[in-house]
């Protein structure tokens, strides 16, 4: 039987097997509680450090400001919960992109039942936030909160978050990013742009299920979300989760080589192959989102005359795994809130797929894959 060929690498990514070679030491025989003084549990706890000091090192962070967590949702709740709590009360307001993830809205949203002003900035049909309405959004927002994605999941549109986060700054307001689908594919660095917070994931980027970052900016104001027995530094406590934190940092690792040494550039090359067959193939076809801006791994791709709910099943009989869009909508009707925001018809909203390669995407799995996609959606 052929192996299906995989282009959901936004939903998940496999894990490296180097990644698994390093994390296995350490639910074999290098068990041992972190928090122990024994010398077991001080070597535990020393490589529990030294992934911390590899996620720093990539985002350009200081180990002290990154803190293990189970999850990116866990991530962006713990920041935006941090940083409501240090609201002054006669200005609670939130400013959030039309374009986040669940994981953002969802808190914001309870925020709000809550009193908090939440507020959302409109997108430009390419995908970006539209910097002058969130310059005219600061002005009534002025010490408040800005929390805009890095990179989006559905269109893998890159945000300008260097100019979001001067200008959110300047007007005084703490600063969130989403960067769940940014980190492994392009340019992260906390020492080149001013946010207060960013969120990590480490199955979107070849680590496990299980273990995400949030780093946050030396000064900036925590509000912990789990207490108890004080790890990370009482940020959040609970015996931490070694094997998975060293996982996350041997793919830190590995996907710092990936960028230097030409992998990443592979992966967009592949992406722009799959992109231009199909636009050649089939007539009528429509790229969606910034052909810039974007990671290089993601194609955004509306097919006229088809619909995902249609597509998905026969694509998945032929041996094509792909999605609609963010694997948290899988299952349901109504488009995509992300391509409303584009400015997308429903029609053109619900026939668009979402082809999303990895490090581990070939050559022949894309030359198969433009064949299965014209034979089913052209």
Known sequence: MTTPIYLDSNATTQVHPQVLEAMLPFLRDAWHNPSAGYSAGRAVKAALETARERVAEWIGASPHEVIFTGCGTESNNLAIQSMAGALPVDSPHILVSTIEHSAVFRPTEALAERGFQVSRISVLENGRVDLSALERQLASAAGGIVSI??????????????????????????????????????????????????????????????????????????????????????????????????????????????????????????????????????????????????????????????????????????????????????????PSHVQKAMGFSDERALSSLRLSLSIFTTEEEIERAVEILTSICG
């Not at 990013?177 to 492994?184: F, L, P």
């Not at 108890?228 to 015996?239: F, I, M, V």
């Open 149 to 334: 994605m890095w990179a989006n999941n559905e269109t893998g549109v890159v945000q300008p978050i260097p100019e979001i986060a001067e200008m959110a700054k300047a007007a005084g307001c703490l600063v969130h990013t989403d960067a769940i689908q940014a980190v492994g594919k392009v340019p992260v660095r906390v020492d080149e742009v001013p946010v207060d917070y960013l969120s990590i994931s480490g199955h979107k980027f070849h680590a496990p299920k299980g273990v995400g970052a949030l780093y946050v900016r030396q000064g900036s104001p925590l509000e912990p979300a789990i207490r108890g027995g004080g790890q990370e530094s009482g940020r959040r406590s609970g015996t931490e989760n070694v094997a998975y934190a060293v996982g996350l940092g041997e793919a830190a690792v590995l996907m710092q080589h990936a960028a230097a040494d030409g992998t990443l550039d592979r992966v967009k090359s592949l992406r722009d192959q799959l992109e231009s067959a199909l636009a050649a193939q089939i007539p009528g076809l429509q790229l969606n989102g910034a052909r810039e801006n974007r990671t290089g791994n993601v194609a955004h791709v509306s097919f006229p005359g088809k619909t995902a709910a249609e597509m998905l099943p026969a694509l998945d009989a032929a041996g094509l795994q792909c999605s609609a869009g963010s694997a948290c909508m899988t299952g349901k009707s109504q």
